[in-house]
T-cell receptor, first 113, second 117 residues
Framework: DIMMTQSPDSLAVSLGERATITCKSSQSVLYSSNNYNYIAWYQQKPGQPPKLLIY???IRESGVPDRFSGSGSETDFTLTISSLQAEDVAVYYC?????????FGQGTNVEIK | EVQLVESGGALVQPGGSLRLSCSAS????????MHWVRQAPGKGLEYLFGISPNGRDTFYAGSVRGRFAISRDDSKSTLYLQMSSLRTDDTAVYYC??????????WGQGTLITVSS
Protein backbone atom coordinates (compact mmCIF):
# COMPACT_ATOMS: atom_id res chain seq x y z
CA ASP A 1 0.00 0.00 0.00
CA ILE A 2 1.05 3.58 -0.62
CA MET A 3 2.19 5.29 2.56
CA MET A 4 1.26 8.91 3.06
CA THR A 5 3.31 10.89 5.54
CA GLN A 6 2.20 14.32 6.67
CA SER A 7 4.20 16.91 8.52
CA PRO A 8 3.99 18.39 10.97
CA ASP A 9 1.65 16.43 13.22
CA SER A 10 0.57 19.65 14.86
CA LEU A 11 0.83 23.30 13.89
CA ALA A 12 0.08 26.50 15.78
CA VAL A 13 -0.27 29.63 13.66
CA SER A 14 -1.31 33.17 14.51
CA LEU A 15 -4.53 34.50 13.03
CA GLY A 16 -3.87 35.95 9.59
CA GLU A 17 -0.61 34.08 9.18
CA ARG A 18 0.22 31.33 6.71
CA ALA A 19 -0.13 27.66 7.55
CA THR A 20 1.66 25.05 5.47
CA ILE A 21 1.19 21.29 5.65
CA THR A 22 3.22 18.85 3.61
CA CYS A 23 2.35 15.34 2.48
CA LYS A 24 4.74 12.83 1.01
CA SER A 25 3.68 9.66 -0.76
CA SER A 26 5.86 6.56 -0.90
CA GLN A 27 5.25 6.25 -4.65
CA SER A 28 4.41 8.68 -7.38
CA VAL A 29 0.70 9.44 -7.72
CA LEU A 30 1.12 11.27 -11.02
CA TYR A 31 -0.70 9.50 -13.84
CA SER A 32 1.28 10.20 -16.97
CA SER A 33 -1.62 9.68 -19.36
CA ASN A 34 -3.57 12.65 -18.03
CA ASN A 35 -0.87 14.47 -16.04
CA TYR A 36 -3.06 14.48 -12.95
CA ASN A 37 -1.82 13.95 -9.44
CA TYR A 38 -4.28 11.79 -7.53
CA ILE A 39 -4.16 13.70 -4.27
CA ALA A 40 -6.96 15.18 -2.18
CA TRP A 41 -6.95 17.28 0.97
CA TYR A 42 -9.61 17.28 3.66
CA GLN A 43 -10.53 19.36 6.67
CA GLN A 44 -12.18 17.65 9.62
CA LYS A 45 -13.73 19.32 12.63
CA PRO A 46 -14.81 17.41 15.75
CA GLY A 47 -17.95 15.37 15.28
CA GLN A 48 -18.06 16.03 11.54
CA PRO A 49 -17.11 13.99 8.48
CA PRO A 50 -14.09 15.04 6.49
CA LYS A 51 -14.78 17.95 4.17
CA LEU A 52 -13.12 17.90 0.76
CA LEU A 53 -10.99 20.98 0.17
CA ILE A 54 -8.73 20.11 -2.76
CA TYR A 55 -8.60 17.34 -5.37
CA UNK A 56 -6.26 16.59 -8.28
CA UNK A 57 -3.68 18.11 -5.92
CA UNK A 58 -4.60 21.70 -6.74
CA ILE A 59 -8.28 21.99 -7.71
CA ARG A 60 -10.32 23.74 -5.05
CA GLU A 61 -13.69 22.16 -4.30
CA SER A 62 -16.67 24.42 -4.97
CA GLY A 63 -17.38 26.71 -2.04
CA VAL A 64 -13.95 26.35 -0.45
CA PRO A 65 -12.39 29.75 0.35
CA ASP A 66 -9.54 30.76 -1.89
CA ARG A 67 -7.17 31.06 1.07
CA PHE A 68 -6.85 27.27 0.73
CA SER A 69 -4.53 26.09 -2.03
CA GLY A 70 -2.80 22.86 -2.98
CA SER A 71 0.38 22.25 -4.91
CA GLY A 72 2.95 19.62 -5.68
CA SER A 73 3.55 16.70 -7.97
CA GLU A 74 4.58 13.05 -8.02
CA THR A 75 5.43 12.38 -4.37
CA ASP A 76 5.51 15.76 -2.62
CA PHE A 77 2.46 17.88 -1.94
CA THR A 78 1.53 20.93 0.08
CA LEU A 79 -1.66 22.40 1.48
CA THR A 80 -1.40 26.10 2.24
CA ILE A 81 -3.80 28.28 4.18
CA SER A 82 -2.70 31.75 3.18
CA SER A 83 -4.28 33.66 6.07
CA LEU A 84 -5.46 31.50 8.94
CA GLN A 85 -8.93 32.22 10.25
CA ALA A 86 -10.46 31.03 13.51
CA GLU A 87 -12.81 28.71 11.64
CA ASP A 88 -9.83 26.90 10.08
CA VAL A 89 -8.96 25.20 13.37
CA ALA A 90 -9.28 21.53 12.46
CA VAL A 91 -7.40 18.39 11.53
CA TYR A 92 -6.24 18.20 7.93
CA TYR A 93 -5.65 14.99 5.98
CA CYS A 94 -4.11 14.21 2.63
CA UNK A 95 -5.32 11.22 0.61
CA UNK A 96 -4.01 9.40 -2.42
CA UNK A 97 -6.58 7.87 -4.74
CA UNK A 98 -4.22 6.69 -7.48
CA UNK A 99 -4.09 3.22 -6.00
CA UNK A 100 -6.64 1.12 -4.19
CA UNK A 101 -6.74 0.95 -1.26
CA UNK A 102 -6.87 4.70 -0.83
CA UNK A 103 -4.51 5.77 1.89
CA PHE A 104 -4.47 8.82 4.08
CA GLY A 105 -1.89 10.81 5.93
CA GLN A 106 -1.97 10.61 9.70
CA GLY A 107 -3.47 14.08 10.01
CA THR A 108 -2.19 17.52 11.00
CA ASN A 109 -3.85 19.37 13.84
CA VAL A 110 -3.99 23.10 13.12
CA GLU A 111 -4.64 25.48 15.99
CA ILE A 112 -4.35 29.15 16.76
CA LYS A 113 -1.17 30.42 18.39
CA GLU B 1 -28.74 17.74 -3.59
CA VAL B 2 -26.45 14.78 -2.95
CA GLN B 3 -27.23 12.90 0.24
CA LEU B 4 -25.63 9.84 1.79
CA VAL B 5 -27.23 8.54 4.96
CA GLU B 6 -25.53 5.72 6.82
CA SER B 7 -27.51 3.56 9.21
CA GLY B 8 -27.15 0.38 11.19
CA GLY B 9 -24.67 1.58 13.77
CA ALA B 10 -25.01 -0.07 17.14
CA LEU B 11 -23.38 -1.43 20.24
CA VAL B 12 -22.43 -5.03 19.50
CA GLN B 13 -20.55 -7.69 21.42
CA PRO B 14 -17.19 -9.02 20.26
CA GLY B 15 -17.70 -11.81 17.76
CA GLY B 16 -21.00 -10.37 16.63
CA SER B 17 -22.23 -9.34 13.22
CA LEU B 18 -23.79 -6.22 11.80
CA ARG B 19 -24.86 -4.83 8.46
CA LEU B 20 -24.48 -1.16 7.68
CA SER B 21 -26.48 0.59 4.99
CA CYS B 22 -25.84 3.79 3.11
CA SER B 23 -28.88 5.22 1.40
CA ALA B 24 -28.07 7.55 -1.47
CA SER B 25 -30.10 10.25 -3.18
CA UNK B 26 -29.62 13.30 -5.38
CA UNK B 27 -27.44 11.58 -7.96
CA UNK B 28 -27.35 8.54 -10.24
CA UNK B 29 -26.16 5.99 -7.71
CA UNK B 30 -25.65 3.26 -10.30
CA UNK B 31 -23.04 5.33 -12.15
CA UNK B 32 -20.57 5.76 -9.31
CA UNK B 33 -17.92 3.86 -7.44
CA MET B 34 -18.82 3.79 -3.75
CA HIS B 35 -16.55 3.25 -0.77
CA TRP B 36 -16.47 2.64 2.97
CA VAL B 37 -13.94 4.42 5.19
CA ARG B 38 -13.78 4.24 8.97
CA GLN B 39 -12.33 6.32 11.76
CA ALA B 40 -11.62 4.94 15.21
CA PRO B 41 -12.13 7.36 18.12
CA GLY B 42 -9.41 9.97 18.10
CA LYS B 43 -7.64 8.29 15.19
CA GLY B 44 -7.14 8.84 11.47
CA LEU B 45 -8.99 7.64 8.39
CA GLU B 46 -8.83 4.02 7.25
CA TYR B 47 -10.05 2.81 3.87
CA LEU B 48 -12.02 -0.41 3.98
CA PHE B 49 -13.73 -1.25 0.70
CA GLY B 50 -14.86 0.08 -2.63
CA ILE B 51 -17.26 -1.22 -5.24
CA SER B 52 -17.80 -0.30 -8.86
CA PRO B 53 -21.15 0.27 -10.55
CA ASN B 54 -23.15 -2.96 -10.75
CA GLY B 55 -20.75 -4.48 -8.23
CA ARG B 56 -18.57 -5.75 -11.02
CA ASP B 57 -15.36 -4.91 -9.21
CA THR B 58 -14.56 -4.57 -5.55
CA PHE B 59 -11.54 -2.90 -3.98
CA TYR B 60 -10.43 -3.66 -0.50
CA ALA B 61 -7.88 -3.07 2.15
CA GLY B 62 -6.33 -6.06 3.82
CA SER B 63 -7.19 -5.21 7.39
CA VAL B 64 -10.80 -6.47 7.30
CA ARG B 65 -10.65 -8.87 4.37
CA GLY B 66 -12.45 -12.08 5.16
CA ARG B 67 -14.55 -10.54 7.92
CA PHE B 68 -16.24 -7.68 6.09
CA ALA B 69 -17.89 -7.56 2.68
CA ILE B 70 -19.23 -4.76 0.54
CA SER B 71 -22.25 -4.93 -1.72
CA ARG B 72 -24.72 -2.63 -3.40
CA ASP B 73 -28.27 -2.63 -4.66
CA ASP B 74 -28.45 -0.12 -7.47
CA SER B 75 -32.24 -0.54 -7.70
CA LYS B 76 -32.47 0.78 -4.13
CA SER B 77 -29.56 3.25 -4.38
CA THR B 78 -28.08 1.61 -1.32
CA LEU B 79 -24.59 0.54 -0.35
CA TYR B 80 -23.98 -2.11 2.28
CA LEU B 81 -21.19 -3.26 4.54
CA GLN B 82 -21.64 -6.69 6.06
CA MET B 83 -19.43 -7.10 9.12
CA SER B 84 -18.79 -10.31 11.03
CA SER B 85 -16.45 -11.55 13.76
CA LEU B 86 -16.38 -8.04 15.12
CA ARG B 87 -13.51 -7.08 17.41
CA THR B 88 -13.08 -4.25 19.88
CA ASP B 89 -10.69 -2.53 17.46
CA ASP B 90 -13.51 -2.32 14.89
CA THR B 91 -15.05 0.37 17.09
CA ALA B 92 -15.25 3.39 14.83
CA VAL B 93 -17.39 5.77 12.86
CA TYR B 94 -18.07 4.23 9.46
CA TYR B 95 -18.47 6.57 6.51
CA CYS B 96 -19.75 5.87 3.05
CA UNK B 97 -18.13 7.89 0.28
CA UNK B 98 -19.27 8.63 -3.26
CA UNK B 99 -16.57 8.98 -5.88
CA UNK B 100 -16.84 11.30 -8.84
CA UNK B 101 -19.48 13.55 -10.27
CA UNK B 102 -20.31 17.04 -9.08
CA UNK B 103 -18.15 16.50 -6.00
CA UNK B 104 -14.99 14.49 -6.51
CA UNK B 105 -15.59 12.79 -3.16
CA UNK B 106 -18.71 13.16 -1.06
CA TRP B 107 -18.92 11.74 2.45
CA GLY B 108 -21.91 10.79 4.51
CA GLN B 109 -22.24 11.84 8.14
CA GLY B 110 -21.17 8.41 9.37
CA THR B 111 -22.58 5.80 11.72
CA LEU B 112 -20.96 4.65 14.96
CA ILE B 113 -20.17 1.03 15.68
CA THR B 114 -19.13 0.20 19.22
CA VAL B 115 -17.81 -3.28 19.84
CA SER B 116 -17.80 -4.02 23.54
CA SER B 117 -18.92 -6.63 26.02
Amino acid sequence: DIMMTQSPDSLAVSLGERATITCKSSQSVLYSSNNYNYIAWYQQKPGQPPKLLIYWASIRESGVPDRFSGSGSETDFTLTISSLQAEDVAVYYCQQYYYTPWTFGQGTNVEIK
Amino acid sequence: EVQLVESGGALVQPGGSLRLSCSASGFTFSAHNMHWVRQAPGKGLEYLFGISPNGRDTFYAGSVRGRFAISRDDSKSTLYLQMSSLRTDDTAVYYCVKEGGTHMFYWGQGTLITVSS
